[in-house]
């Protein structure tokens, strides 16, 4: 009995390694096969997320959400990527779903402004090695000319034709010595093997 019970936990080790060997694998090719939103065709897309942002106007101060997006498949001289072997996407345009704490749902992308924050091309595209950076006030100016709109929830965020994406957001309220700053996951390196953003699947 006891040799079953060695020869069993063997064999659940040589599966769950071959598991984890498996989604490895298909983790550093997987350029945008992953399931999301229940689509049946595919694009080149990679997705992060915040599960708290805040532009609120209260006394004393208000609550700001700075925002930090980063193309991250620039690479150091030298180094190689599967990316760049695979002659990856590189360069592609940021969508934002923002969903306040009611589900209501606002859209914005960078093409529709590119002059909104620092870091985007006058087409709206966030180039390899760049970072848009941009404060959430500046994002409800245009969605809803107001910027001092409130909103509290939550943020997908997805590069359109990019193969890697990673971001950061901090809440911010001075006048309580407030801050919380959360990357935005799945981040660079996170996960069982690198691997910058989540490939998605739409519609």
Not at 119 to 135: C, D, E, M, R, V
């Amino acid at each position: 009995m006891e040799r079953f019970g060695t020869t069993m936990r063997a064999l659940i080790s040589v599966l769950v390694v071959g598991a984890l060997s498996t989604t490895g694998l298909a983790q550093r090719i997987d350029t945008g096969e992953g399931p999301f939103l229940q689509g049946i065709t595919t694009t080149s897309a990679t997705l992060i997320y915040a599960p708290f942002v805040s532009n609120t106007v209260a006394e004393p101060g208000r609550f700001d959400t700075t925002f930090v997006i980063s193309n991250p498949l620039s690479f150091p001289p030298g180094m190689t990527s599967p990316f760049l072997v695979a002659g990856g996407n590189l360069e592609g345009v940021i969508e934002l779903y923002f969903f306040d704490f009611d589900g209501t749902m606002i859209y914005f992308d960078s093409t529709m402004d590119p002059n909104v924050g620092i870091g985007l091309s006058a087409q709206g595209t966030l180039g390899p090695g760049k970072s848009w950076i941009f404060l959430l006030q500046d994002i409800l100016a245009v969605t809803h000319n107001d910027r001092n709109k409130t909103f509290n929830g939550q943020v997908y965020i997805v590069g359109r034709g990019l193969d890697g994406l990673a971001g950061a957001v901090s809440v911010v309220n001075f006048g309580n010595g407030f801050t919380q700053t959360l990357i935005m996951t799945p981040a660079l390196g996170q996960g069982p093997t690198p691997m910058p953003g989540l490939p998605v699947r739409f519609p």
